[in-house]
Protein backbone atom coordinates (compact mmCIF):
# COMPACT_ATOMS: atom_id res chain seq x y z
CA UNK A 1 0.00 0.00 0.00
CA UNK A 2 1.63 3.17 -1.07
CA UNK A 3 1.07 6.73 -1.74
CA UNK A 4 2.91 9.53 -3.49
CA UNK A 5 6.00 10.93 -1.91
CA UNK A 6 5.72 7.90 0.50
CA UNK A 7 8.24 4.92 1.19
CA UNK A 8 7.08 1.06 0.29
CA UNK A 9 6.75 -0.76 3.88
CA UNK A 10 9.32 -3.75 2.99
CA UNK A 11 9.80 -4.75 7.24
CA UNK A 12 11.50 -8.07 5.99
CA UNK A 13 13.78 -6.36 3.87
CA UNK A 14 15.11 -4.31 6.70
CA UNK A 15 15.87 -7.24 8.68
CA UNK A 16 19.59 -7.16 10.01
CA UNK A 17 21.49 -10.69 9.49
CA UNK A 18 21.92 -10.57 13.05
CA UNK A 19 17.99 -10.90 13.66
CA UNK A 20 17.70 -13.17 10.91
CA UNK A 21 19.83 -15.75 12.18
CA UNK A 22 18.18 -15.16 16.00
CA UNK A 23 14.92 -16.15 14.30
CA UNK A 24 16.46 -18.81 12.78
CA UNK A 25 17.94 -20.22 16.09
CA UNK A 26 14.55 -19.56 17.62
CA UNK A 27 12.31 -21.60 15.04
CA UNK A 28 14.62 -24.49 15.12
CA UNK A 29 15.33 -24.50 18.76
CA UNK A 30 11.70 -24.36 19.33
CA UNK A 31 10.99 -27.72 16.15
CA UNK A 32 13.34 -30.23 18.70
CA UNK A 33 12.35 -28.33 22.15
CA UNK A 34 8.57 -28.77 22.08
CA UNK A 35 8.27 -32.10 21.15
CA UNK A 36 10.95 -33.18 23.39
CA UNK A 37 8.96 -31.56 26.48
CA UNK A 38 6.05 -33.29 25.38
CA UNK A 39 7.16 -36.64 25.17
CA UNK A 40 9.39 -36.06 28.86
CA UNK A 41 5.58 -34.90 29.86
CA UNK A 42 4.49 -38.24 28.76
CA UNK A 43 7.00 -40.45 29.92
CA UNK A 44 7.15 -38.98 33.52
CA UNK A 45 3.86 -37.20 33.65
CA UNK A 46 2.90 -34.91 36.16
CA UNK A 47 2.01 -35.66 39.44
CA UNK A 48 -1.07 -35.45 41.55
CA UNK A 49 -3.75 -34.60 38.69
CA UNK A 50 -5.68 -36.73 36.61
CA UNK A 51 -3.94 -39.04 33.38
CA UNK A 52 -6.11 -36.86 31.28
CA UNK A 53 -4.58 -33.74 32.73
CA UNK A 54 -1.09 -35.03 32.94
CA UNK A 55 -1.35 -35.68 28.89
CA UNK A 56 -2.57 -32.47 28.74
CA UNK A 57 0.11 -31.10 30.43
CA UNK A 58 2.38 -32.57 27.79
CA UNK A 59 0.27 -30.69 24.99
CA UNK A 60 0.20 -27.63 26.37
CA UNK A 61 4.39 -27.72 26.93
CA UNK A 62 4.67 -28.54 23.29
CA UNK A 63 1.78 -25.97 22.07
CA UNK A 64 3.31 -23.24 24.33
CA UNK A 65 6.84 -23.62 23.16
CA UNK A 66 5.60 -23.92 19.49
CA UNK A 67 3.62 -20.58 20.04
CA UNK A 68 6.53 -19.11 21.24
CA UNK A 69 9.45 -20.23 19.11
CA UNK A 70 7.19 -20.23 16.13
CA UNK A 71 8.22 -23.44 14.28
CA UNK A 72 5.16 -23.99 12.74
CA UNK A 73 2.81 -21.16 12.29
CA UNK A 74 0.91 -20.07 15.07
CA UNK A 75 -2.66 -20.75 13.86
CA UNK A 76 -1.54 -24.43 12.77
CA UNK A 77 0.06 -25.61 16.34
CA UNK A 78 -3.93 -24.13 17.71
CA UNK A 79 -5.50 -26.29 15.70
CA UNK A 80 -3.15 -29.29 16.14
CA UNK A 81 -3.10 -29.09 19.88
CA UNK A 82 -7.01 -29.79 19.98
CA UNK A 83 -6.41 -32.84 17.66
CA UNK A 84 -3.64 -34.32 19.82
CA UNK A 85 -5.98 -34.20 22.61
CA UNK A 86 -8.49 -36.66 20.67
CA UNK A 87 -5.82 -38.81 19.87
CA UNK A 88 -4.74 -38.80 23.13
CA UNK A 89 -8.48 -39.52 24.97
CA UNK A 90 -8.59 -36.45 26.99
CA UNK A 91 -11.63 -35.41 25.38
CA UNK A 92 -14.48 -36.37 22.22
CA UNK A 93 -13.91 -34.36 19.04
CA UNK A 94 -17.31 -33.65 18.97
CA UNK A 95 -16.83 -31.40 22.59
CA UNK A 96 -12.99 -29.71 21.67
CA UNK A 97 -14.06 -28.58 17.90
CA UNK A 98 -17.77 -26.97 18.95
CA UNK A 99 -15.23 -24.45 20.14
CA UNK A 100 -14.15 -23.65 16.84
CA UNK A 101 -17.85 -22.76 16.33
CA UNK A 102 -18.21 -20.91 19.54
CA UNK A 103 -20.52 -17.87 19.10
CA UNK A 104 -17.56 -15.21 19.55
CA UNK A 105 -16.11 -17.00 16.35
CA UNK A 106 -18.78 -15.51 14.18
CA UNK A 107 -18.38 -12.27 16.13
CA UNK A 108 -15.07 -12.34 14.68
CA UNK A 109 -16.18 -13.07 11.26
CA UNK A 110 -18.65 -10.58 10.50
CA UNK A 111 -16.13 -7.67 12.20
CA UNK A 112 -13.39 -8.81 9.78
CA UNK A 113 -15.30 -8.73 7.03
CA UNK A 114 -17.07 -5.29 7.73
CA UNK A 115 -13.05 -4.10 8.11
CA UNK A 116 -12.36 -5.70 4.70
CA UNK A 117 -14.79 -3.49 3.45
CA UNK A 118 -13.34 -0.35 5.07
CA UNK A 119 -9.88 -1.10 3.35
CA UNK A 120 -11.51 -2.31 -0.05
CA UNK A 121 -12.89 1.32 -0.59
CA UNK A 122 -10.61 3.51 1.53
CA UNK A 123 -12.96 4.48 4.36
CA UNK A 124 -10.34 4.46 6.75
CA UNK A 125 -7.92 6.16 4.60
CA UNK A 126 -10.63 8.73 4.36
CA UNK A 127 -11.40 9.36 7.78
CA UNK A 128 -7.18 9.20 8.54
CA UNK A 129 -6.59 12.12 5.72
CA UNK A 130 -10.09 13.85 7.29
CA UNK A 131 -8.52 14.60 10.41
CA UNK A 132 -5.21 15.45 9.51
CA UNK A 133 -6.34 17.41 7.01
CA UNK A 134 -8.26 19.98 9.59
CA UNK A 135 -7.40 23.14 9.77
CA UNK A 136 -6.94 23.28 13.14
CA UNK A 137 -4.07 20.75 13.37
CA UNK A 138 -2.09 23.44 10.96
CA UNK A 139 1.60 23.19 11.05
CA UNK A 140 1.60 22.30 14.77
CA UNK A 141 4.14 18.72 15.39
CA UNK A 142 2.43 18.30 18.84
CA UNK A 143 -1.19 18.18 17.15
CA UNK A 144 -0.09 16.18 14.56
CA UNK A 145 1.34 13.84 17.16
CA UNK A 146 -2.54 13.79 18.61
CA UNK A 147 -4.43 13.41 15.57
CA UNK A 148 -2.31 10.95 14.00
CA UNK A 149 -1.79 8.89 17.41
CA UNK A 150 -6.00 9.43 17.49
CA UNK A 151 -6.92 8.47 14.77
CA UNK A 152 -5.06 4.71 14.76
CA UNK A 153 -6.78 4.67 18.12
CA UNK A 154 -9.91 5.41 17.10
CA UNK A 155 -9.77 2.94 14.40
CA UNK A 156 -8.04 0.19 16.06
CA UNK A 157 -11.04 -0.55 18.24
CA UNK A 158 -13.14 -1.56 15.05
CA UNK A 159 -10.07 -2.70 12.98
CA UNK A 160 -7.63 -5.02 13.86
CA UNK A 161 -4.48 -3.16 14.81
CA UNK A 162 -2.40 -4.75 12.46
CA UNK A 163 -4.67 -3.08 9.50
CA UNK A 164 -4.87 0.07 11.40
CA UNK A 165 -1.24 0.30 10.92
CA UNK A 166 -0.72 -1.48 7.91
CA UNK A 167 -2.95 1.94 6.64
CA UNK A 168 -1.75 4.34 8.17
CA UNK A 169 1.99 3.43 7.72
CA UNK A 170 1.88 5.15 4.68
CA UNK A 171 0.49 7.87 5.17
CA UNK A 172 2.65 8.77 7.95
CA UNK A 173 5.77 7.99 6.10
CA UNK A 174 4.67 10.70 3.68
CA UNK A 175 4.15 12.95 6.04
CA UNK A 176 8.10 12.10 7.43
CA UNK A 177 9.11 13.01 4.02
CA UNK A 178 7.21 15.67 3.27
CA UNK A 179 8.79 16.99 6.81
CA UNK A 180 12.24 16.18 5.43
CA UNK A 181 12.31 18.59 3.05
CA UNK A 182 11.01 21.13 5.58
CA UNK A 183 13.10 20.47 7.64
CA UNK A 184 15.79 21.07 5.41
CA UNK A 185 14.94 24.36 4.38
CA UNK A 186 15.89 25.67 8.00
CA UNK A 187 19.61 24.86 6.91
CA UNK A 188 20.37 24.58 10.72
CA UNK A 189 22.53 21.99 12.26
CA UNK A 190 19.97 20.46 14.26
CA UNK A 191 17.60 19.98 11.18
CA UNK A 192 18.02 16.31 10.35
CA UNK A 193 18.25 15.11 13.97
CA UNK A 194 14.96 17.08 15.00
CA UNK A 195 13.64 15.22 12.20
CA UNK A 196 14.24 11.31 12.68
CA UNK A 197 13.16 12.60 15.99
CA UNK A 198 10.20 13.42 15.22
CA UNK A 199 9.72 10.49 12.62
CA UNK A 200 10.23 8.15 15.63
CA UNK A 201 7.54 9.37 17.76
CA UNK A 202 5.57 9.57 14.94
CA UNK A 203 5.66 5.93 14.38
CA UNK A 204 6.03 4.74 17.88
CA UNK A 205 2.50 6.59 18.63
CA UNK A 206 0.60 4.75 15.71
CA UNK A 207 1.60 1.28 17.04
CA UNK A 208 1.22 2.25 20.54
CA UNK A 209 -1.87 4.16 19.64
CA UNK A 210 -3.33 0.96 17.69
CA UNK A 211 -2.64 -1.67 20.47
CA UNK A 212 -3.88 1.11 23.61
CA UNK A 213 -7.19 1.75 21.14
CA UNK A 214 -7.61 -2.07 20.45
CA UNK A 215 -8.65 -3.00 24.29
CA UNK A 216 -11.71 -0.77 24.28
CA UNK A 217 -14.23 -2.82 22.23
CA UNK A 218 -14.40 -6.38 22.54
CA UNK A 219 -14.03 -6.76 18.50
CA UNK A 220 -10.80 -4.67 19.28
CA UNK A 221 -8.14 -7.15 19.53
CA UNK A 222 -8.43 -11.03 19.57
CA UNK A 223 -7.28 -11.29 23.71
CA UNK A 224 -11.11 -8.89 24.73
CA UNK A 225 -12.74 -11.95 22.92
CA UNK A 226 -10.32 -14.60 24.14
CA UNK A 227 -10.61 -13.18 27.64
CA UNK A 228 -14.95 -12.64 27.14
CA UNK A 229 -15.34 -16.03 25.79
CA UNK A 230 -13.11 -17.93 28.65
CA UNK A 231 -15.36 -15.47 31.49
CA UNK A 232 -18.30 -16.81 30.33
CA UNK A 233 -18.03 -20.17 30.07
CA UNK A 234 -15.39 -20.91 33.74
CA UNK A 235 -17.13 -17.61 35.30
CA UNK A 236 -20.65 -18.00 34.03
CA UNK A 237 -20.47 -13.80 33.24
CA UNK A 238 -21.64 -12.68 30.07
CA UNK A 239 -19.64 -9.50 28.95
CA UNK A 240 -22.01 -6.92 26.64
CA UNK A 241 -20.53 -4.79 24.31
CA UNK A 242 -21.78 -1.86 26.11
CA UNK A 243 -20.44 -3.01 29.02
CA UNK A 244 -17.24 -4.03 28.08
CA UNK A 245 -16.95 -0.05 26.33
CA UNK A 246 -17.88 1.48 29.79
CA UNK A 247 -15.20 -0.73 31.32
CA UNK A 248 -12.31 -0.50 29.07
CA UNK A 249 -12.79 2.85 27.43
CA UNK A 250 -11.80 5.37 30.18
CA UNK A 251 -8.54 3.13 30.23
CA UNK A 252 -7.73 3.90 26.61
CA UNK A 253 -8.25 7.50 26.95
CA UNK A 254 -6.05 7.52 30.15
CA UNK A 255 -3.65 4.94 28.45
CA UNK A 256 -3.76 7.53 25.05
CA UNK A 257 -3.29 10.56 27.48
CA UNK A 258 -0.50 9.29 29.24
CA UNK A 259 1.19 8.06 25.80
CA UNK A 260 0.75 11.42 23.96
CA UNK A 261 2.79 12.99 27.35
CA UNK A 262 5.52 10.33 26.90
CA UNK A 263 6.05 10.95 22.93
CA UNK A 264 6.13 14.68 23.38
CA UNK A 265 8.46 14.67 26.16
CA UNK A 266 10.95 12.24 24.36
CA UNK A 267 10.40 13.39 20.64
CA UNK A 268 8.95 17.13 20.18
CA UNK A 269 11.48 18.92 18.61
CA UNK A 270 12.47 22.16 19.76
CA UNK A 271 10.35 24.24 17.16
CA UNK A 272 6.80 23.19 18.01
CA UNK A 273 5.59 23.85 14.34
CA UNK A 274 6.96 23.29 10.51
CA UNK A 275 5.91 25.59 8.19
CA UNK A 276 4.33 24.12 4.93
CA UNK A 277 2.71 20.59 6.55
CA UNK A 278 -0.85 22.01 6.40
CA UNK A 279 -0.45 22.48 3.14
CA UNK A 280 0.98 18.77 2.78
CA UNK A 281 -2.08 17.71 4.49
CA UNK A 282 -4.43 19.47 3.02
CA UNK A 283 -3.41 18.49 -0.81
CA UNK A 284 -3.57 14.66 0.44
CA UNK A 285 -6.69 15.56 1.57
CA UNK A 286 -8.15 17.47 -1.27
CA UNK A 287 -6.81 14.45 -3.79
CA UNK A 288 -9.38 11.67 -1.85
CA UNK A 289 -12.29 13.01 -4.47
CA UNK A 290 -15.69 12.43 -3.63
CA UNK A 291 -17.35 9.81 -1.21
CA UNK A 292 -18.29 6.18 -3.17
CA UNK A 293 -20.78 4.62 -3.15
CA UNK A 294 -18.89 1.96 -1.33
CA UNK A 295 -17.57 3.98 0.71
CA UNK A 296 -20.92 5.00 2.45
CA UNK A 297 -22.77 1.29 2.03
CA UNK A 298 -19.89 0.30 4.07
CA UNK A 299 -20.23 3.15 6.66
CA UNK A 300 -24.24 2.39 6.44
CA UNK A 301 -23.36 -1.18 7.53
CA UNK A 302 -20.74 -0.12 10.03
CA UNK A 303 -23.12 2.03 11.66
CA UNK A 304 -25.97 -0.45 11.93
CA UNK A 305 -23.63 -2.93 13.85
CA UNK A 306 -22.63 -0.36 16.19
CA UNK A 307 -26.32 0.47 16.68
CA UNK A 308 -27.26 -3.09 17.11
CA UNK A 309 -24.24 -4.01 19.50
CA UNK A 310 -25.41 -0.67 21.66
CA UNK A 311 -29.18 -1.01 21.82
CA UNK A 312 -28.92 -3.62 24.69
CA UNK A 313 -26.99 -1.61 26.93
CA UNK A 314 -29.36 1.80 25.61
CA UNK A 315 -32.25 -0.03 26.79
CA UNK A 316 -30.93 -1.04 30.17
CA UNK A 317 -30.49 2.55 31.23
CA UNK A 318 -34.32 3.15 31.94
CA UNK A 319 -35.63 1.93 34.90
CA UNK A 320 -37.82 -0.82 35.40
CA UNK A 321 -38.32 -4.21 34.40
CA UNK A 322 -39.85 -3.96 30.99
CA UNK A 323 -37.26 -2.27 30.23
CA UNK A 324 -34.67 -4.95 31.59
CA UNK A 325 -36.70 -7.97 30.59
CA UNK A 326 -36.81 -6.00 26.64
CA UNK A 327 -32.95 -6.30 26.63
CA UNK A 328 -32.55 -9.54 27.90
CA UNK A 329 -35.06 -10.66 24.98
CA UNK A 330 -33.16 -8.37 22.68
CA UNK A 331 -30.16 -10.30 23.52
CA UNK A 332 -31.56 -13.13 23.21
CA UNK A 333 -32.53 -12.92 19.64
CA UNK A 334 -29.72 -10.77 18.42
CA UNK A 335 -26.50 -11.68 20.17
CA UNK A 336 -23.19 -9.82 18.68
CA UNK A 337 -21.92 -12.73 16.81
CA UNK A 338 -25.39 -12.80 14.70
CA UNK A 339 -25.75 -8.82 14.92
CA UNK A 340 -21.90 -8.90 13.33
CA UNK A 341 -22.99 -11.57 10.64
CA UNK A 342 -26.32 -9.38 9.35
CA UNK A 343 -23.74 -5.97 8.79
CA UNK A 344 -21.45 -7.78 6.98
CA UNK A 345 -24.10 -9.65 5.15
CA UNK A 346 -25.39 -6.21 4.48
CA UNK A 347 -22.17 -5.53 2.37
CA UNK A 348 -22.84 -8.35 0.07
CA UNK A 349 -26.50 -6.93 -0.64
CA UNK A 350 -25.89 -3.03 -0.64
CA UNK A 351 -25.27 -2.15 -4.49
CA UNK A 352 -22.36 -0.45 -5.47
CA UNK A 353 -23.45 -0.35 -9.75
CA UNK A 354 -26.98 -2.09 -9.96
CA UNK A 355 -26.66 -2.46 -13.71
CA UNK A 356 -23.01 -4.15 -13.68
CA UNK A 357 -24.45 -6.66 -10.95
CA UNK A 358 -21.54 -5.39 -8.51
CA UNK A 359 -22.00 -5.24 -4.80
CA UNK A 360 -20.59 -3.50 -1.74
CA UNK A 361 -17.89 -6.77 -1.27
CA UNK A 362 -17.40 -9.69 -3.50
CA UNK A 363 -16.89 -13.01 -1.86
CA UNK A 364 -13.27 -12.98 -2.98
CA UNK A 365 -12.65 -10.14 -1.32
CA UNK A 366 -14.34 -11.07 2.08
CA UNK A 367 -12.25 -14.58 2.47
CA UNK A 368 -9.06 -12.21 2.44
CA UNK A 369 -10.22 -11.78 6.19
CA UNK A 370 -7.82 -13.16 8.93
CA UNK A 371 -8.70 -16.85 9.46
CA UNK A 372 -5.64 -17.57 11.19
CA UNK A 373 -6.73 -15.87 13.97
CA UNK A 374 -10.29 -17.10 13.97
CA UNK A 375 -8.84 -20.70 14.37
CA UNK A 376 -6.39 -19.68 16.74
CA UNK A 377 -9.21 -18.31 19.10
CA UNK A 378 -11.18 -21.39 18.75
CA UNK A 379 -8.47 -23.32 19.53
CA UNK A 380 -7.20 -21.54 22.54
CA UNK A 381 -10.97 -21.83 23.97
CA UNK A 382 -10.79 -25.89 23.09
CA UNK A 383 -7.20 -25.51 25.44
CA UNK A 384 -8.82 -22.93 28.37
CA UNK A 385 -12.06 -25.32 28.40
CA UNK A 386 -10.04 -28.93 29.17
CA UNK A 387 -7.33 -27.14 31.79
CA UNK A 388 -10.73 -26.60 33.90
CA UNK A 389 -12.62 -29.84 33.52
CA UNK A 390 -9.85 -31.67 33.93
CA UNK A 391 -8.05 -30.11 36.82
CA UNK A 392 -4.92 -28.85 35.32
CA UNK A 393 -5.56 -24.81 36.03
CA UNK A 394 -6.29 -25.47 39.17
CA UNK A 395 -2.69 -27.43 39.65
CA UNK A 396 -1.18 -24.92 38.46
CA UNK A 397 -2.78 -21.98 40.31
CA UNK A 398 -2.42 -24.30 43.96
CA UNK A 399 1.44 -24.29 42.42
CA UNK A 400 1.91 -20.58 42.04
CA UNK A 401 0.07 -19.52 45.22
CA UNK A 402 2.63 -22.06 47.25
CA UNK A 403 5.65 -20.30 44.89
CA UNK A 404 4.46 -17.21 45.29
CA UNK A 405 2.89 -16.32 48.77
CA UNK A 406 0.48 -14.02 46.92
CA UNK A 407 -3.42 -13.92 48.34
CA UNK A 408 -5.29 -10.99 47.73
CA UNK A 409 -7.10 -9.96 44.33
CA UNK A 410 -5.23 -6.93 44.08
CA UNK A 411 -1.79 -8.31 43.60
CA UNK A 412 -2.94 -11.46 42.07
CA UNK A 413 -4.70 -9.28 39.56
CA UNK A 414 -1.47 -7.56 39.34
CA UNK A 415 1.08 -10.54 38.88
CA UNK A 416 -1.51 -11.51 35.99
CA UNK A 417 -0.97 -8.20 34.23
CA UNK A 418 2.59 -8.29 34.51
CA UNK A 419 2.54 -12.11 33.65
CA UNK A 420 0.62 -11.21 30.28
CA UNK A 421 2.43 -7.69 29.12
CA UNK A 422 6.01 -10.31 29.67
CA UNK A 423 4.47 -13.13 28.24
CA UNK A 424 3.01 -10.69 24.38
CA UNK A 425 6.78 -9.23 24.32
CA UNK A 426 7.68 -12.69 23.25
CA UNK A 427 4.86 -13.86 21.62
CA UNK A 428 1.29 -12.95 19.55
CA UNK A 429 -0.91 -11.10 22.24
CA UNK A 430 -3.73 -13.77 20.88
CA UNK A 431 -1.36 -16.56 22.18
CA UNK A 432 -0.59 -14.79 24.92
CA UNK A 433 -4.41 -14.13 26.39
CA UNK A 434 -4.82 -17.67 25.70
CA UNK A 435 -2.31 -18.89 27.58
CA UNK A 436 -2.38 -16.29 30.93
CA UNK A 437 -6.12 -16.03 31.50
CA UNK A 438 -6.92 -19.55 32.56
CA UNK A 439 -3.99 -19.30 34.55
CA UNK A 440 -5.06 -16.36 36.27
CA UNK A 441 -8.70 -17.17 36.36
CA UNK A 442 -7.06 -20.61 38.37
CA UNK A 443 -4.77 -18.97 40.96
CA UNK A 444 -7.64 -16.80 41.85
CA UNK A 445 -9.76 -19.86 42.46
CA UNK A 446 -7.07 -21.62 44.39
CA UNK A 447 -6.44 -18.83 46.51
CA UNK A 448 -10.26 -18.40 47.23
CA UNK A 449 -10.88 -14.75 45.71
CA UNK A 450 -12.87 -13.70 42.78
CA UNK A 451 -11.24 -14.68 39.55
CA UNK A 452 -12.94 -11.58 37.64
CA UNK A 453 -10.78 -9.22 38.07
CA UNK A 454 -7.21 -11.19 37.56
CA UNK A 455 -8.84 -12.79 34.51
CA UNK A 456 -9.51 -9.29 33.25
CA UNK A 457 -6.25 -8.07 34.07
CA UNK A 458 -4.74 -10.97 31.89
CA UNK A 459 -6.72 -10.11 29.09
CA UNK A 460 -5.84 -6.70 29.20
CA UNK A 461 -2.27 -6.59 29.81
CA UNK A 462 -1.62 -9.11 26.63
CA UNK A 463 -2.62 -6.38 24.30
CA UNK A 464 0.39 -4.53 26.05
CA UNK A 465 3.49 -5.80 24.42
CA UNK A 466 5.32 -2.20 23.40
CA UNK A 467 9.30 -3.03 24.08
CA UNK A 468 10.13 -5.43 20.85
CA UNK A 469 9.50 -5.27 17.40
CA UNK A 470 8.53 -9.13 17.40
CA UNK A 471 5.93 -7.94 20.35
CA UNK A 472 3.18 -7.06 18.09
CA UNK A 473 2.40 -6.80 14.11
CA UNK A 474 1.98 -2.63 14.46
CA UNK A 475 5.74 -2.94 16.46
CA UNK A 476 7.20 -5.06 13.39
CA UNK A 477 5.36 -2.90 10.74
CA UNK A 478 7.07 0.51 12.33
CA UNK A 479 10.26 -0.83 13.32
CA UNK A 480 10.29 -1.95 9.36
CA UNK A 481 10.55 1.58 8.51
CA UNK A 482 13.46 2.16 9.73
CA UNK A 483 12.54 5.58 11.58
CA UNK A 484 12.20 3.63 14.89
CA UNK A 485 15.93 2.32 16.42
CA UNK A 486 15.47 -0.93 18.51
CA UNK A 487 17.11 1.30 21.25
CA UNK A 488 14.29 3.37 21.39
CA UNK A 489 12.02 1.11 21.41
CA UNK A 490 12.90 -0.64 23.90
CA UNK A 491 13.29 2.63 25.94
CA UNK A 492 10.29 3.49 25.17
CA UNK A 493 8.20 0.42 25.53
CA UNK A 494 9.56 -0.19 29.05
CA UNK A 495 7.96 3.36 29.96
CA UNK A 496 4.62 2.67 28.97
CA UNK A 497 4.93 -0.93 29.76
CA UNK A 498 5.48 0.10 33.20
CA UNK A 499 2.30 2.70 32.65
CA UNK A 500 0.05 -0.08 31.19
CA UNK A 501 0.15 -2.19 34.08
CA UNK A 502 -0.87 0.38 36.46
CA UNK A 503 -3.80 1.67 34.51
CA UNK A 504 -4.97 -1.63 34.03
CA UNK A 505 -4.71 -2.54 37.55
CA UNK A 506 -6.22 0.50 38.72
CA UNK A 507 -8.99 0.30 35.97
CA UNK A 508 -9.41 -3.56 36.99
CA UNK A 509 -9.51 -2.74 40.80
CA UNK A 510 -12.16 -0.24 40.31
CA UNK A 511 -14.02 -1.06 37.22
CA UNK A 512 -14.62 -4.94 37.29
CA UNK A 513 -18.22 -4.94 38.88
CA UNK A 514 -19.55 -2.76 36.12
CA UNK A 515 -19.34 -6.26 34.10
CA UNK A 516 -21.36 -8.63 36.51
CA UNK A 517 -24.21 -6.12 36.27
Given at each position: ?73 IPVTAILAPALCVMFGIAPAKELLASFGDPIVFLFIGGFILAEAMMVH ?363 PITRMVKTGIIFDVLGAAVIWATVMLGSEILRR
Amino acid sequence: MTEPNSHTIDPEGLITAGEERFDRIRRLTGLWLGPLLFVLLLVFPVQGVSPEAAKLAAILALTLVWWMCEPSPIPVTAILAPALCVMFGIAPAKELLASFGDPIVFLFIGGFILAEAMMVHGLDRRIALGLLGLDWVGNSIARVFLVFGGIAMFLSMWLSNTATVAMMAPIGLGIIAEMRELFNRRNTPGAQADHLKVATGLMLILAYGASVGGIATPIGTPPNLIGIGLIRQTLDVDISFVRWMVFALPATLIMFGLLYVVILIMYKPKTGGIDGLKEYLSERKSGLGRWTRGQINTLIAFFTAVILWTLPGLLALFPGETARLMADKYSDVMPEGVVAVLAASMLFLLPVNMRRGEFTITWHQAVRIDWGTILLFGGGIALGKLAFNTGLASEIGESILRGTNVSSVGMITLMAIIFGILISETTSNTASATMVVPVAISVAQAAGVDPLAPALGACMGASFGFMLPVSTPPNAIVYGTGYVPITRMVKTGIIFDVLGAAVIWATVMLGSEILRR
